[in-house]
């Protein structure tokens, strides 16, 4: 047998036509058409989520949340502060190394609290973003089953009111906690560890009344009794 166009064959022997042909161009013609509609969906779906607008709402989110946090940062500041000047005033610290020393702990603490704030707003919009892309992903993997680019769309919109509307309710929640616990008493830890401008003698006797005071010399601290 020789194999040409004219009997159905290539050169290779293979048939380059069967019975039937017209069902075939059939189920292709339907396939293109799938496919077609799948491409139609996914573009729906990623022109929403184009037109959203949604860089707005990253940084307002991110604004948000530091501006809760770096409020409770302050107020909490302002409490301990408060307290320790309180607390300076009762034992007579006022102005001397004590009173240094618990203010730039305090200082401190806020410095870190403010970072912390401008962590949590950094990773709020980082999450939303990424929530916002996981459910595009999610939604073009929906339109490989033909679910058709009226429903994609619909769908598209609702996940980007759903991930809206957990972003603001992630701001009525979002806390730094508690960040300088009992430092209202910030002299207390700095009386006695924070002493090095000189004024160990009156800081240490706040808290011994055995009336003892401190003597230093190249060798480090000697205490010896007032009263021998």
Do not use: W
Not at 72 to 92: I, K, P, T
């Amino acid at each position: 047998m020789i194999f040409s166009k004219h009997n159905g064959y290539g050169p290779d022997g293979l048939r380059t036509c069967h019975k039937g042909g017209g069902s075939s161009k059939s189920a292709e013609k339907m396939e293109k058409q799938r496919q077609a509609r799948i491409a139609a969906a996914v573009d729906a779906i990623n022109s929403i989520f184009a037109q959203s607008d949604r860089d707005k709402l990253y940084d307002e989110q991110k604004d948000v949340i530091y501006d809760i946090n770096s409020r409770d940062v302050e107020r909490q500041y302002e409490n301990a502060e408060r307290s320790n000047r309180f607390g300076l005033a009762r034992n007579g610290l006022l102005g001397g190394s004590v009173d240094i020393d618990s203010n730039a702990e305090l200082q401190r603490k806020n410095n870190e609290g403010l970072m912390q704030a401008t962590g949590l707003a950094d990773s709020a919009a980082a999450n939303l973003k990424l929530q916002d892309e996981r459910n595009r992903q999610s939604l073009i993997s929906m339109a490989q089953s033909d679910i058709g680019s009226g429903t994609a769309q619909s769908l598209a919109q609702q996940s980007l009111a759903n991930a809206a509307d957990n972003a603001y309710a992630d701001r009525a929640t979002a806390s730094i906690g508690s960040l300088f616990d009992d430092m209202g008493q910030a002299y207390l830890s700095a009386k006695y560890h924070g002493n090095s401008s000189g004024d160990s003698s009156s800081a240490f006797n706040l808290n011994n009344s055995g009336g003892t005071a401190g003597q230093s010399n190249y060798q480090g601290h000697v205490f010896r009794g007032v009263n021998n």
